[in-house]
């Protein structure tokens, strides 16, 4: 009986430690926001997804299944830590790496879903992240995808990115893809 009655004591301090945790990381939040002024941000980057060479930054994960036939590559998916430079050449200034994966995800049209992080490292952003989570139909002229969050300078991030193919070599299978970020954040 004694052990039983021990559990529940501490059963019941650890539930309202958590509790009194949690109402203090909401104010917290709060107080957090209430001071600070959201400022949309915009900025350009250049994605280098490159899947040939010594040194490719896009990875095959998987391929589509053996009995799958169709013209997608449903099922596809490429793990990448592609460059973002400040222009359309990779010779240009680096200043930032994507990281995520995408998969081919339709199998009516070549669908993506993009699951990434742009990990900014120059400049005033240096060490923050926004995180991009969307459909990417890579075949339309403009897409565009939610930023659903991010960390350091853009943390409580919100927004979307619009990308634009700007070269695709269907030989090697490497992208350069503008995308111009609009960010909301504190």
Not at 23 to 29: D, G, N
């Amino acid at each position: 009986m004694a052990t039983f009655l021990s559990f529940l004591f501490f059963s019941c301090v650890v539930a309202l430690s958590l509790v009194l945790v949690s109402v203090t990381a909401e104010s917290l939040e709060r107080d957090f926001l209430r001071r600070k002024k959201e400022k949309l941000t915009h900025f350009r980057v250049y994605w280098h997804d490159i899947l040939d060479g010594k040194d490719p930054t896009s990875v095959l994960i998987m391929n589509p299944p053996k009995n799958y036939s169709g013209a997608t590559g449903f099922g596809l998916t490429r793990m990448i830590d592609n460059p973002l430079t400040l222009s359309p050449e990779l010779s240009s200034k680096m200043v930032g790496r994507a990281q995520g994966f995408y998969a081919a995800a339709s199998k009516e049209e070549v669908g993506l879903l993009m699951a990434m992080n742009f990990a900014i490292l120059d400049g005033k952003y240096n060490g923050s992240t926004i995180t991009v989570f969307g459909r990417n139909s890579v075949l339309d002229k403009v897409r565009e995808m939610p930023v659903i969050g991010g960390s350091g300078l853009f943390r409580f991030a919100r927004g979307y990115v619009q990308a634009r193919t700007h070269v695709f070599d269907i030989k090697t299978g490497n992208a350069v893809v503008e995308y111009n970020c609009y960010v909301l954040h504190y």
